[in-house]
């Protein structure tokens, strides 16, 4: 006996906005409050300098979403970046500040976030301090994420060159 389920795009939606829901109300009660603001240093970190390539280039803002491209929700197993979580990036020398969400204020993965992130961040040698601030305003909203991200979750296609390729979770 052989089953066929199509699942049409609004009923993924409903699903992960379903899912959202549910862990906002059932997930872990981690404080992830709106403005809460987490800071490192390299030094309190105890993380090596390396001098000589610190001060080569100013630290850009592509450079840190660079970093921040490899940082990979856990339950999507997509990027944080194109999942739209990452708000705003100041550089003021080598410290960083970063305001991003998560997709539900209840996020059971936020601790794996704020560490990935500052791991991310201190990959890059010119990088003397992190500030990370987690706000809720505005809530994360399916259409911050890149076309491409919606397309992986929705399980369609999409362009890529020569074609078409299907892409599916």
Do not use: H
């Not at 549910?22 to 981690?30: A, D």
């Amino acid at each position: 006996m052989q089953f066929k389920v199509s699942i049409d795009r609004e009923s993924v939606l409903a699903f992960i906005i379903g899912l959202g829901i549910l862990v906002w109300v059932f997930g872990s009660v981690q404080d992830e409050s709106p403005g809460k603001t987490y800071s490192w240093t390299r030094d309190t970190l105890s993380i090596p300098k390396n001098e000589e390539d610190a001060w080569r280039s100013p630290i850009t803002s592509e450079a840190v979403l660079a970093s921040l491209s490899g940082v990979r929700d856990p339950e999507l197993s997509l990027s944080i970046v194109d999942l739209g979580l990452v708000y705003d990036i100041d550089i003021i020398g080598g410290a960083v500040e970063v305001t991003m969400t998560f997709t539900t204020p209840k996020c059971p993965m936020a601790a794996t976030l704020i560490e990935d992130v500052r791991n991310a961040l201190f990959t890059d040698p010119r990088v003397s301090s992190v500030e990370l601030t987690i706000t809720f305003d505005p809530p994360w909203r399916v259409d911050m994420m890149t076309a491409e991200a919606r397309s992986r979750i929705m399980g369609v296609s999409v362009g890529v060159e020569g074609g078409q390729e299907e892409v599916n979770l």
